[in-house]
């Protein structure tokens, strides 16, 4: 079973994006388990401090480290079943990406510690966290949605959450690997014809060899258009 661990002052959050989709169901099936810890709860003091004013001056508050060190120490769980990830989320950590899940899902526990306020305190991410990551080049206020959004990722590798493991392998950036990666093949359903808008002719022709070609050629034009970047990296 593969665990996942929220730290965050929030804890209510991820009652709506842990209790849906695959993430419920491979609760339900055993195969994951999510925790959320408030991190109010792992401070010391009768105001249950978290932050403080940075150190330099300057804007905003900053997470302590005392805090966030009993948390992660207190939850997380080193053994013969692997060593546990603890990921800070945090806009000035490396892109999240299909390869990054890929190799979390490896381990046996990802602890994600949401960050607030103007940062953490960099021994966090220097003495304790083993990523900081972050899910794109803009700033949220907090590390929540960026949290439940790498556990979906992830959770989509482990075996048996996702019905079919070949949807995974045909997702969009399915292949971390490969030099030359692409977003998936456009898709169309019933029905054939909408608003005098037709299906491509060779989805419905029964050739399934024309088929795979056409959805490899769709799906490079459709990377050409929504994001070229990843077509430079064969270059």
């Not at 190799?103 to 003495?127: N, P, T």
């Not at 899910?135 to 959450?161: K, M, N, Q, T, W």
């Not at 808008?197 to 795979?212: F, M």
């Amino acid at each position: 079973m593969m665990r996942f661990d929220a730290i965050t002052i929030f804890p209510e959050f991820f009652r709506g994006p842990f209790d849906y989709g695959i993430i419920r169901r491979g609760r339900e099936k055993g195969l994951l388990e999510t925790r959320v810890h408030d991190l109010r709860s792992f401070t010391s003091d009768r105001h249950h401090t978290v932050d403080d004013r940075p150190f330099g001056g300057g804007e905003g508050m900053v997470f302590k480290p005392e805090p966030l060190f009993a948390a992660v120490e207190s939850i997380r769980e080193d053994g013969a079943a692997g060593t546990a990830e603890v990921v800070v989320l945090s806009a000035a950590g490396r892109r999240f990406n299909q390869a990054e899940a890929l190799r979390l899902s490896k381990a046996a526990q990802v602890i994600l510690i949401c960050g607030r306020y103007e940062g953490i305190d960099e021994r966090v991410v220097e003495h304790l966290a083993t990523a900081e990551l972050s899910i794109g080049d803009f700033v949220l206020s907090g590390g929540e949605i960026g949290a439940a959004l790498i556990v979906d990722a992830i959770a989509r590798y482990v075996p048996g959450v996702v019905g079919k493991a070949e949807s995974v392998l045909r997702d969009s950036f399915s292949d971390p690997a490969s030099l030359e990666t692409s977003v998936e093949h456009p898709h169309y359903t019933r029905p054939a014809e909408f608003r005098g808008w037709s299906v491509p002719d060779v989805l419905i022709s029964g050739d399934h060899e024309a088929v795979r070609k056409w959805r490899e050629a769709a799906a490079r034009r459709k990377t050409a258009k929504n994001r070229p970047d990843l077509l430079k990296r064969i270059l």
